[in-house]
């Protein structure tokens, strides 16, 4: 009886200490080579204006540390991420919700569509964080790293197609499967891309 107790509770330390290893937050460096931060302005002279912890597009001014309201982002998004903004939309209603639902990683990590530290592509992220997301220093570094997963990802559908995407629900139908493999989230995204309501 005292070895079978002696055994479950070994059993117990071990996976307390394995649940407790897998919630800790270790930075991991980024991939060499990499800028360890981006100037917006490179990209989008002219258009973006970044000025201390705020963004400039035209009229609007919005705080880098705070995340802006769906319709926001997404008028931010026709300029970053250009022809898929309303992809890059959709997925940030349903990875960490509208406004006001910001999920713990867009809160923590300003990562608002789910994106994971990646090992391959260049990235904005600043750090891995819990589980592989990305950690970034903001939410627009967040979205210019999601232009930049976008980029890979047409490239890897043209070698699959022999041409680039010409729908979002065609590209998601391509992403389904590596970026979530989970009908449920396939299905909510859909219906949000039928049913967008931000043009």
Request: hydrophobic content about 35%.
């Amino acid at each position: 009886m005292n070895k079978w107790i002696k055994n479950i509770v070994i059993c117990f330390i071990a996976l307390s200490a394995v649940w407790s290893f897998n919630s800790l937050d270790f930075p991991e460096p980024k991939p060499p080579g990499l800028p360890r931060t981006i100037n917006a302005n490179t990209f989008f002279k002219d258009k973006v204006i970044i000025n201390g912890n705020h963004l400039f597009i035209d009229t609007l001014k919005l705080n880098l540390k705070k995340i802006p309201q769906v319709k926001d982002l997404y008028t931010v998004s026709k300029i970053v991420v250009g022809k898929w903004a309303k992809l890059y939309t959709v997925l940030k209603i349903e990875e960490s919700g509208r406004d006001g639902q910001n999920s713990y990683y867009a809160k923590n990590y300003f990562n608002l569509v789910g994106m994971r530290y990646p090992r391959k592509r260049k990235t904005t992220a600043i750090r891995r964080g819990n589980d592989y997301y990305s950690v970034y220093a903001n939410w627009y570094e967040g979205m210019i790293d999601f232009r930049y997963y976008i980029e890979y990802m047409e490239g890897s559908f043209f070698r699959k197609h022999k041409r680039y995407p010409k729908t979002e629900e065609e590209f998601i139908n391509h992403l389904y499967g590596s970026y979530n493999k989970y009908s449920k989230w396939y299905n909510d995204v859909r219906y949000l891309l039928r049913n967008f309501d931000y043009d």
